[in-house]
């Protein structure tokens, strides 16, 4: 069962990924790179990473994404000549059910079910809030501190850019 | 471990069979008589004019930004705060350093007035 | 990490139930107490006290026609009601309604909670874009920038909380308030979640996604029949999970006050019936609140929206949160 998962999750996240560099609207790269953040989640879980499957998540779904969403819908991109010509439900549902039935096929074939290596059992308190906690605020402080100072440096970093001023004689447009 | 994730995977299917449900269900009772004047977006009454995407402040921009970073900041307080008490004073003094050298990352955008909308007072007006 | 159970399945099944339920109920409630607010009588032909007006609703808005606006994307304009409506239905699975009546209990549940509610932000931004039009499109993006706004001193009041739990599970997040409930504890960050999980839902005083005055419908202008339905339904969704979220973080779940001090022992039917009485009379509370505000205060404007979310409740909530932490460590090291 969880070979097939895996199997359906990684096709789902390679397939997504493909997708978001092929569909020529932006908006719709944006979403199909948010179904591939959620599959990863899903591989993530199945590793037994529980916290970082959430947090896969919470930062990259939820945040870094609606950053990305921000910035399309601000920049007014042109929809581009599409390679499917129109992008319509019957085509997002025929690329799932597409999906189901080339992992279901590559379960089949391969006879994958030996594949993958057992995950230790120890994973699953390694995977936990806790463990995570506890190696991070001891072994790993220094580069926690570092990355404080990368994060405020992003903040001014962000700032510049939105600052920056255009020359007076340049065209405005 | 896995079979406490399987209700939220079983409530996120029938969450999405409910939602898909009540759409088509919509659509097969509901009538279908367009016409042009039904499909123009709605500008009170007038004829539309231009396209919708236009070009909005960036305000929106920074403030997505700034929420980014915050946002790794308070996903860094989550495992902190599970286990603190276990830990010397020294980690509690290195999470205050932490949460203050974001925290001058905030007072600069404040005072920069990045996070302004009001009309005469922001940095983009 | 509790167990799953058969329980666990019942459990489940039931509080979808009540869930979408209580969203119809919510609507009924919502406008019956605006109806006595305003001293008028409110919906109360169909069936007693005009019960049945909910039904009534759906039934409608499901024969009404579905237009999608010709310049739109249909395909994401279909796909963004459905959002908020799965963001909403997903967050019943870990919430305890009573001690051991949960569907079930991970490891980083709160931060589970936090997730779901961050993907709420694509149906109302996506609906916005999707429909192609200037209102939508700026409701949309308000709504976005105001949403993500309110989640970090949402995320720092609850984190605030687990200083007292020491477990993202939410079975120790509601048994750590036994005695003292967090609001007593912790009032500030109460506060503040009250007031982020009004403007995560989108309601009054920050109902801004939807100024009728400014942007006519706000993101749902250009939609109609159950695509709308959907929208509103999951707004009181949304309500009535905010206000069972209130309930779980800061008022003890589903504990007495002090429950641990003078709680006598009970059977196991007694207690499940007493756990979620209390859990559902706090929760019908709660959203009494949230329809009582709506009906008493006014909308902000955007520009104070966004400075009480980065100017006041960010800066208050990291505070706290580090005065907190401080104080709770030297009382468990050196005084307790």
């Known amino acids: 069962m969880i070979t097939y998962i895996f199997v359906f999750l990684a096709v789902l996240a390679v397939a997504s990924a493909l997708a978001m560099v092929i569909s020529k609207n932006t908006v719709n790269s944006a979403l199909f790179l948010v179904l591939n953040m959620v599959s990863l989640a899903g591989l993530f879980l199945l590793l037994k990473a529980q916290f970082l499957a959430v947090i896969q998540i919470l930062v990259y779904a939820g945040a870094i994404m609606v950053l990305f969403l921000f910035v399309i819908m601000l920049l007014n991109v042109e929809d581009e000549e599409s390679l499917f010509s129109r992008f319509r439900v019957k085509y997002f549902v025929a690329f799932l059910v597409g999906i189901a039935v080339f992992s279901q096929l590559l379960y089949s074939i391969g006879s994958f079910s030996e594949m993958l290596p057992e995950v230790a059992p120890e994973m699953t308190e390694a995977g936990t809030v806790e463990a995570v906690g506890e190696v991070l605020y001891s072994q790993y402080l220094l580069p926690f501190h570092i990355i404080a100072l990368l994060l405020t440096a992003a903040v001014n970093g962000a700032l510049m850019i939105a600052q920056h001023k255009i020359k007076p004689g340049a065209s405005n447009d | ?125 | 990490m509790e167990p799953v159970t058969t329980t666990s399945y019942i459990v489940l099944g039931i509080a979808l139930f009540m869930l979408l339920n209580s969203a119809a109920l919510a609507v009924y409630a919502e406008r019956r107490v605006a109806a006595f607010i305003q001293n008028r009588w409110g919906p109360n032909r169909v069936g007693p006290y005009g019960l049945f007006q909910p039904i009534a609703d759906v039934v409608k808005l499901l024969l009404k026609e579905d237009v999608t606006p010709a310049r739109g994307f249909k395909t994401i304009h279909a796909i963004a009601p459905m959002i908020p409506v799965f963001t909403a239905l997903m967050t019943v699975a870990v919430i305890p309604f009573g001690d051991g009546l949960y569907a079930t209990d991970i490891n980083s549940g709160v931060l589970y909670i936090l997730a779901i509610n961050s993907l709420g932000v694509y149906g109302i931004t996506l609906g916005g874009w999707a429909s192609n039009s200037k209102y939508s499109l700026l409701g949309g993006l308000r709504a976005a920038a105001q949403m993500i706004s309110y989640e970090l001193p949402m995320g720092l009041a609850v984190a605030s909380c687990i200083l007292f739990a020491g477990s993202l599970s939410f079975i120790d997040v509601v048994n750590s308030q036994e005695v003292w409930w967090n609001v007593i504890r912790n009032p500030i960050a109460a506060v503040i979640f009250i007031v982020t999980a009004f403007a995560e839902a989108n309601r009054t005083p920050f109902d801004l996604p939807e100024a009728e005055h400014e942007l006519v419908g706000g993101y749902h202008t250009e939609y109609s029949s159950m695509k709308f339905g959907m929208f509103f339904l999951a707004e009181y969704m949304h309500v009535v999970v905010g206000s069972m979220l209130i309930t779980t973080f800061f008022f003890g779940g589903y504990h007495l006050p002090f429950a641990g001090l003078w709680l006598p022992e009970m059977g196991v039917t007694a207690k499940a019936i007493l756990d979620v009485s209390v859990f559902v009379l706090k929760t019908v509370f709660f959203a009494f609140l949230f329809i009582w505000v709506r009906w008493t205060i006014p909308r902000f404007k955007y520009n104070q929206v966004m400075k009480l979310g980065w100017k006041r409740l960010l800066p208050i909530s990291i505070f706290n949160f580090l005065g907190l932490a401080v104080i709770v460590y030297f009382w468990h090291h050196y005084i307790a």
Request: glycine content about 8%; hydrophobic content about 55%.
């Open chain 2, 1 to 125: 471990m896995f079979e406490n994730y399987l209700p939220i995977a079983i409530l996120a299917g029938v969450a999405v069979v409910l939602a898909i449900l009540l759409m088509t269900l919509s659509r097969v009772l509901g009538p279908y008589r367009p016409n042009k004047t039904k499909l123009d977006p709605y500008e009170s009454g007038m004829d539309p004019v231009g396209d919708a995407a236009n070009r909005y402040s960036i305000s929106f921009y920074l403030v997505a930004i700034a929420f980014i970073v915050f946002d790794v900041e308070v996903v860094f307080v989550y495992p902190w705060a599970v286990s603190y008490l276990d830990f010397g004073p020294g980690t509690l003094v290195s999470m205050i350093i932490f949460i203050l050298e974001l925290y001058v990352g905030l007072i600069y955008l404040i005072k920069k007035g990045a996070l302004d909308w009001d009309l005469k007072k922001g940095m983009f007006n």
